[in-house]
């Protein structure tokens, strides 16, 4: 097996966090959109994606990777975020996009992560100290279920 974690994690390193667990319990390699070439996608069996949610989708710069990417007919991926609900139905666009690309998804995860954005900038923000152990453990749990996926 051979897997390649893609993620963003730009404002409070929440998705970071959660991107290490996964590609350390997949002994994955870990890069940035912008770092992936097309090389490293047909080499890898599983592909995972991972940002915080930005007005309800995943960051723009893994949208615009998938777009680019060619001959991915079948191959294995899953999904990840973090937002200041925590909600996996935030996944679902992206898990959409991923399937007419060609990918198989065989996973979706997401945690909570602190917001500081918008209006609950003026409250001090939502989810301080998140991801915390709770949701690493469950991340963790997550990606040893993918290691049954391929």
């Known amino acids: 097996m051979k ?3 893609v993620y963003n994690s730009i404002a409070q390193g929440n998705t970071a966090k959660i991107a290490k667990v996964i590609a350390r319990v997949l002994e994955a390699k870990l890069l940035k959109p912008s770092e992936i070439s097309e ?3 047909r080499e890898c069996s599983l592909m995972g994606f991972g940002s915080g949610i930005y007005f309800q989708k995943h960051h ?3 949208h615009t990777l998938v ?3 060619s001959d991915v007919e079948g191959k294995k991926a899953f999904i990840f975020s973090t937002s200041g609900w925590g909600n996996t139905k935030y996944n679902e666009p992206f898990s959409r996009l991923l399937v007419a690309r060609g990918f198989k998804v065989v996973g979706s995860f997401s945690c909570k992560g602190f917001d500081g954005y918008g ?3 003026h409250l001090g923000g939502v989810n301080k ?5 709770e949701d690493i453990h469950k991340a963790e749990a997550f990606a040893e279920s993918l290691k049954t996926a391929y």
């Open 3 to 5: 897997a390649l974690v």
């Open 119 to 121: 209006f609950v900038k």
């Open 60 to 62: 723009r710069s893994l």
């Open 67 to 69: 777009a680019q990417l």
């Open 39 to 41: 090389e490293m996608v």
């Open 129 to 133: 100290g998140r991801p915390d152990e």
